[in-house]
């Protein structure tokens, strides 16, 4: 099973910030890399898949990069709905595991 | 709009069986695999299973594997999971959600979700 890691496990950042958010793979799932945010009560929302290609409706403050086992998630300026629980997910190899989460707080 | 609307949660014992059901609507239901995912209370995201356009292909997480079967009925646009056996740690809120693709490889972006039914099992 690929084992995901997310760094950090919590990230305090404030409004207008840019924050980044890192994503290992255990080994290389090359570009089949999706990231989800999950605020409370609600269920998950698709962000990125490919590792760098916007879903649908996504704003462009949102952004994906890397490849193999290394992933970062990038959003440039921090809005007040942006605060959430980001999750990666690799499904390249089964089963499609996800990483355990970075919450993003003021 | 798509929509995915679990149901069949509740409390059961250990080592009882539960069957839960998703129906969709918004969408071709035929033509697009759909996923079982699963969120143990206060924790993180855990893939459970995926079914093909056509039912003809699965793939279950190991920790379900031989206990858990998931169907879709075409006629009424519905996806279900049978859970056997089950156990303390299959407690979670099930999430119903569609994949991007027909097949099930390489299915696992999941851009729709449902509210999610909440499953306890407990003595």
């Known amino acids: 099973e690929i084992v995901m890691t997310q760094s950090p496990a919590t990230l305090s950042v404030s409004p207008g910030e840019r924050a980044t958010l890192s994503c290992r793979a255990s080994?290389?799932?090359?570009?089949?890399l999706a990231w989800y945010h999950q605020k409370p009560g609600q269920s998950p929302r698709l962000l990125i898949y490919?590792?760098?290609t916007r879903a649908a409706g996504i704003p462009a403050r949102f952004s994906g990069s890397g490849s193999g086992t290394e992933f970062t998630l990038t959003i440039s300026s921090l809005q007040s709905e942006d605060f959430a629980v980001y999750y990666c997910?690799?499904?390249?190899?089964?089963?499609?595991?996800f990483g355990p989460g970075t919450k993003v707080d003021i | 709009q798509v929509q995915l609307m679990e149901s069949g949660g509740g409390v059961v014992q250990p080592g009882r069986s539960l069957r839960l059901s998703c129906a969709v609507s918004?969408?071709?239901?035929?033509?697009?695999?759909m996923h079982w995912v699963r969120q143990a209370p206060g924790k993180g995201l855990e893939w459970v299973a995926i079914?093909?356009?056509?039912?003809?292909?699965?793939n279950y997480a190991d920790s379900v594997k031989g206990r858990f079967t998931i169907s879709r009925d075409k006629s009424n646009n519905t996806l279900n999971l049978q859970m056997n056996s089950l156990r303390t740690e299959d407690t979670a809120v099930y999430y119903c959600?569609?994949?991007?693709?027909?097949?099930?490889?390489?299915?696992?972006?999941?851009?729709?979700w449902g509210q999610g039914t909440l499953v306890t099992v407990s003595s």
């Open positions: 997910q690799q499904y390249n190899y089964w089963p499609f595991t």
């Open positions: 959600a569609r994949a991007t693709t027909s097949e099930i490889t390489f299915g696992g972006v999941i851009p729709d």
């Open positions: 080994q290389s799932v090359s570009i089949y």
């Open positions: 079914i093909s356009y056509d039912g003809t292909n699965k």
């Open positions: 490919g590792a760098s």
């Open positions: 918004g969408f071709t239901f035929s033509n697009y695999a």
